[in-house]
Each structure stands twice: as C-alpha cells, then as structure tokens.
C-alpha cells in the first residue's frame, strides 16, 4: 500500500542526514521533495503546497527546541501534518436511532455493495447488532441478487421487493419489517449511476428525506485518486453526507485519495475496505494511516486483528496439547487458518515495522500456505496426529497428492519439528523466564 509514496518521503528525509539542525536551505530541498512525493500520489497541487509550507514553518519554529535530530523531527512533523490532513482524531459510527438506520450510495463499481455486507458483518460480529440489508437497487436485479448472495455468505437477511419500482416505498417497508423483527440497523443499499447526475441524485435525496438516516455513507474507489475526491464532493455539494468509505485501498499504491478526501470534502473517511473478503473492512485511524504511510507500520492495528481472532478456549486446548506433545498437523492447519482471517498476507506485512519496505521487492502471494495446506490435506488422519509414522513411501504418495516434491514435504516437516520443539521449551522453563521477563517489561517506562 502506498509504496511510492513511502519510498519517496524516505529519500526527502535523507537529505537532512548529516546535518546538525534544520537550515532555511536544507529544509527547502528537502520539502521540494516531500512535495514531489505528494504529487506524484496524486495528491493535488494545492493541498500539497499548503502541506509543505505548514511543514516548514513547524519545522523552522520546533527546531531550536528539540533536542531531535533533524530528520527524525521532519518524519514526526510530517507524520502530525498528514494525521490532520487526514483528519485527525477516527470518526466513529452513528448507531443510535432504533433501528439506526444507514444509507449508501456510490458510484456503479465503487464497492458499494460488497461494502454494505462488510459494514453488516462488522456490525454483527463487532458490535453485536442485528442487521438488516436492504436492496434498493431497482434497475438492475443482478444487483439485487448480489446482495442476497452477500447476505447469505454472512448469514445476515436482505430485504427486497420483487417487482417494486419504488425505492422510497421499499425502504420504508424494509425500516417496518426491521422494527416488527427485531432488527437493530438497517443498511439500505441504492442504485449506483456511471457519474453523480441528476437522476441518482434525485432518487437518493427521495429516499433520504423519507427514511431520515442516522448515517449516509459515500463509497469511493480508493484506486480511482482524484476522481473518487471529486464525485465525493460533486455528491457532497448536493447531499449533506456523513462520512466517507474508501475501498480497494488493497489495490491502491499512490494514496491520494486517502490522503486528500477530508480536506477537500470535508467530510471524515469512516471505513476503509481492504479486499474484496467479507473480513477485509478497517475503521479509519489517520494517525496509524500517517504511520504505514512514512514506513513506521501499524502494530496497533495488527495487534487488534490477532485479538480479534483470539479465541481464549481454543488457546487453552492447544496448550494442554503442546503440554501433552500431541499437538499435530490438524492443529497447525487450524493455527494456519486463524492467521488467515486476520486479512492478506501483504497487508499483514506492512503493518510490520520497517517490514513492507525491506520486503517491497519480495512478491507476497495471498495464497502463501497454499502449499503447506495441500501437503497437510493429502496425510491420513493418523499421519497428521503422528508425523513420526512418516516413511519415504508415505512421502512420495503425500507429495504426489499434494502435487509438491519430496523436498518440500520434508522441508514442511522439519519445520513443523522445530516448532513444535519451540513450543514445548516455551511450556517449560524458557517459556517462564520470558513470562517473567515480559512481566517486567510491563513496569517499564517508555
Ligand atoms: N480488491 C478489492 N476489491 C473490492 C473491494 N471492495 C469491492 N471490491 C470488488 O469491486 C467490485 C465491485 O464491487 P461491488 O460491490 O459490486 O460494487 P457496487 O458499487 O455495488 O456496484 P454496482 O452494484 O454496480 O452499483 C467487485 O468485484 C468487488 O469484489 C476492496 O476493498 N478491495
């Protein structure tokens, strides 16, 4: 994500390398970079120069104050700037109104769709809500279709009407049916147009006055830069809207749109949507975004996603396990599968710091266990509790099966050995003395 951008600040923040403090000169050279950067990411001119010029008055005024070196202090000033550009502190989501209501909009393709089943199954697996999605999309019935697929993938009911032209008239139905049933959040799914015109407009402004949505979220394209600011403010111009989504930001290397959305709209990016896997949706922190954007990562992010996957009683049954020496191939796919849903692999990565860019050459396939998974898929049941009953005819026939090589079954294998040596030794004695380690670690001051 992003990387251009990233690699480019870097270079802009070299140039003050060496240098005892800031100096009119070296700054200027270093901000003409930082601009460069910006623009490159397709960030627009004037946003990039009022950036720039902020950043060096800072920079210029904290200098005699810190005892920071200068290009540490270019990376942290850069790093406040783009928080606020983005802005500042995350906006929430509005769930109050029984049921809260939220209506989307977006152009054809944004995502809109796809968005409105992830915004569902946060809020149920998140928020522990009951939601309700509604198609309004009377134009195209395969859009209808879509959502029911969706809705069936998250196990979440879509409402829709059969042969209703009435948009309005179908929203309304679905808020009553939401109130008799039970349902706490209705998501109201509309058509999407080629370009905001005045039709989509129309249509969008009928059902809003009727239904009164406590949010009206826009969906842009992230890869789509520019364009996805301006028909977000085209939108905005004609409709008083919430908040922004941004999706396939997966898909985005330059940034611009994440980047410029709120100081152009002037409206927060609520959601960011980061596959197209009903899990990959993220709440929009700017300051951790103004942090993998300058390299720096974004373990609070990574940590809550492991969290969020933690499941405490299977934690507990894996260690007995390991305690036991019974932990098998079975166990190792389930662990493969956790790691799995915290999103793609890429995206994992760079939320490492410093790992997306030592690693920005290195292709990261989102399939990478697609290998270990075949190998585990083609042993018995009794080979995978007991690897140790694994002879070379065994091999050959889990290789072949798997359709890898007798080199990567036995490369599978000793790795499995070590870890499975690893965990044991942290059960045991070395495994304390980390705890303990860890514990006063805790009592430690930054
Ligand atoms: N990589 C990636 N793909 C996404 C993301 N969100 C949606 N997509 C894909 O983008 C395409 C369009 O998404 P839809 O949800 O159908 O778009 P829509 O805005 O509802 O489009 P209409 O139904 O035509 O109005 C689909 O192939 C989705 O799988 C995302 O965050 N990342």
Excluded: W
Aim: hydrophobic share 40%; charged share 25%; proline share 3%.
């Amino acid at each position: 994500m992003f990387d251009n951008l990233s690699d480019k600040l870097d270079k802009a923040f070299h140039i003050l390398k060496g240098h005892g403090k800031i100096t009119d000169v070296n700054v200027a050279d270093t901000l003409k970079e930082v601009r460069r950067a910006l623009l490159d990411a397709d960030v627009n001119f004037k946003i990039a120069k009022d950036f720039t010029t902020r950043v060096r008055d800072k920079a210029i005024g904290e200098n005699v104050l810190t005892t920071l070196q200068p290009g540490q202090l270019m990376v942290k000033i850069v790093k406040d700037e783009l928080t606020e550009l983005m802005g500042g502190d995350a906006a929430g989501i509005n769930l109050s109104g029984t049921p809260t209501v939220i209506l989307m909009s977006g152009l054809q393709g944004s995502g809109k769709t796809t968005f409105s089943g992830k915004l569902a199954n946060y809020l149920k697996t998140k928020k522990n809500k009951k939601p309700l999605l509604v198609a309004c999309d009377i134009y195209r019935p395969a859009a209808i279709n879509q959502l029911h697929v969706v809705g069936g993938q998250i196990g979440v009911e879509v409402y829709s009407e059969e042969g209703n032209r009435n948009p309005v008239e179908i929203a309304q139905n679905a808020i009553k049916h939401a109130k008799a049933n039970g349902f706490n959040v209705v998501i109201v799914d509309t058509a999407g147009r080629l370009a905001v015109d005045e039709e989509m407009m129309n249509e969008i402004a009928n059902v809003h006055k009727a239904i009164e949505p406590q949010e009206t979220l826009f969906v842009v394209d992230a890869m789509t830069g520019q364009d996805a600011v301006n028909t977000a403010k085209a939108f905005n111009d004609r409709l008083d809207f919430d908040g922004v989504i941004l999706t396939k930001l997966d898909g985005d290397t330059r940034g611009g749109a994440a980047i410029t959305i709120k100081s152009v709209v002037n409206k927060p990016i609520k959601f960011v949507g980061t596959g197209e896997k009903m899990e990959a949706i993220d709440v929009f922190y700017p300051a951790r975004m103004a942090e993998r954007i300058l390299g720096m990562g974004d373990v609070v992010s990574l940590v809550e996603r492991a969290q969020e996957q933690y499941d405490e009683e299977e934690a507990r049954k894996l260690q007995k396990k390991i305690a036991k020496n019974e932990f098998g191939f079975d166990d190792f796919l389930s662990q493969i599968q956790q790691v799995k849903k915290m999103g793609n692999m890429k995206d994992l990565v760079g939320m490492i710091p410093g790992a997306g860019k030592a690693l920005k050459d290195v292709e990261i396939e989102d399939d990478a266990f697609k290998h270990i998974e075949a190998i585990i898929h083609s042993m018995t049941p009794a080979e995978r509790s007991k690897p140790a009953v694994l002879d070379a005819k065994r091999k050959t026939r889990i290789a072949k099966g798997s359709g890898t090589s007798i080199q990567q079954v036995n490369q599978l294998l000793k790795q499995f050995d070590q870890m499975s040596k690893m965990m044991k030794m942290m059960q045991g004695g070395a495994g304390k003395n980390l705890m303990r380690m860890m514990g006063g670690m805790k009592g430690m001051k930054p």
